[in-house]
């Protein structure tokens, strides 16, 4: 009996799998995953689209920094809450996606770590097309990192640059433990990764000369999103014309992992990285390529 109905499962299964593939390779014009069907007319994927007219969700041409960080700062109370309603991440918003122009839709770039903690998306409650995200361990801001900032506020017109560092950063541990004595063999390719925290844990180090050990961890995780915001500007000229003329907000923030808080912190702090940026002599001045290795031969 037990062989009988377990045949008569995999018949159905098997007839049921057979139609729908078999519909969709004899479609000659446009298959419509949603309705799981042939649509009659050759007609791009968007006509598919049935509930609700996604476009009207495009952002304001130009939305205000601040109304986006209220968005952020909303959704991640909502995260914390348990009240998320995962915005934009239906199959509508999918088909929707592969017919827009996302510069059209996101609200913010955010640069963070790559630690599986950090879910950015979640996070922020968001969806398709909310946020562009730059993430690479440490939080780091070298020239592919501020390559992909650049295009985000450049080109995707993103209000708001969040750079979000976390707690119980793997990254951030491992410089400031070599920084107290404790190395190991890195792979090849880290040491031009970590060095860039380097300057980040030496600061805190000086700062609070009192603490020892990993009572410094936290303090030089708070100072490496310092660091990252100021290699941005020192970097890139572009970002900080946006960010003097108003057009784009940077943000420092900080994100806790076992709360899932998201720590937002003062602005004034990177207005006057900004400013002292301003008076280094050192700061890449051309906003623009001049050919493609141009990021390392300015200096
Ligand atoms: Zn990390």
Redesign the pocket.
């Given at each position: 009996m037990k062989k009988i109905v377990s045949l008569l499962i995999c018949a159905i299964f098997f007839l049921g799998f057979g139609c729908s593939t078999g519909k969709y390779f004899s479609c000659k014009k446009s298959w419509c995953p949603l309705k799981k069907k042939c649509l009659t007319t050759s007609v791009s994927d968007s006509t598919c689209l049935m509930k609700k007219n996604l476009a009207d969700k495009r952002r304001p041409k130009e939305l205000c920094p601040m109304k986006a960080l209220k968005a952020l700062r909303a959704g991640n109370k909502r995260f914390v809450t348990g009240t998320s309603i995962h915005p934009n991440t239906d199959d509508d918003s999918l088909l929707h996606a592969g017919n827009a122009d996302q510069g059209d839709y996101a609200i913010a770039t955010v640069i963070t770590?790559s630690?599986s903690r950090v879910p950015v998306e979640r996070i922020f409650d968001a969806g398709v097309m909310d946020i562009f995200v730059v993430r690479v361990?440490?939080n780091v801001c070298d020239v592919d990192e501020i390559g992909s900032i650049e295009y985000g506020l450049a080109h995707v017109h993103t209000p708001v640059l969040v750079v979000l560092g976390?707690t119980k950063?793997?990254?951030?541990t491992a410089v400031t433990h070599a920084f107290h004595g404790k190395k190991h063999q890195l792979e090849r390719n880290i040491p031009p990764l970590i060095d860039n925290i380097e300057p980040a844990v030496k600061r805190a180090a000086t700062k609070y000369s009192n603490l020892h050990g990993d009572d410094l961890i936290p303090h030089a995780i708070v100072e490496n999103v310092w660091q990252s915001i100021e290699d941005l500007f020192m970097n890139s000229p572009s970002t900080r014309d946006l960010v003097k003329k108003g057009k784009v907000k940077v943000v420092g923030a900080i994100y806790n992992v076992t709360t899932g808080s998201v720590e937002w912190m003062p602005e004034s702090d990177v207005i006057k990285i900004l400013e002292n940026v301003g008076k280094n002599p050192n700061r890449a001045l051309n906003p623009y390529a001049t050919d493609k290795k141009a990021a390392h031969q300015e200096h």
């Open positions: 770590c630690d361990a440490g976390h950063c793997g990254a951030v």
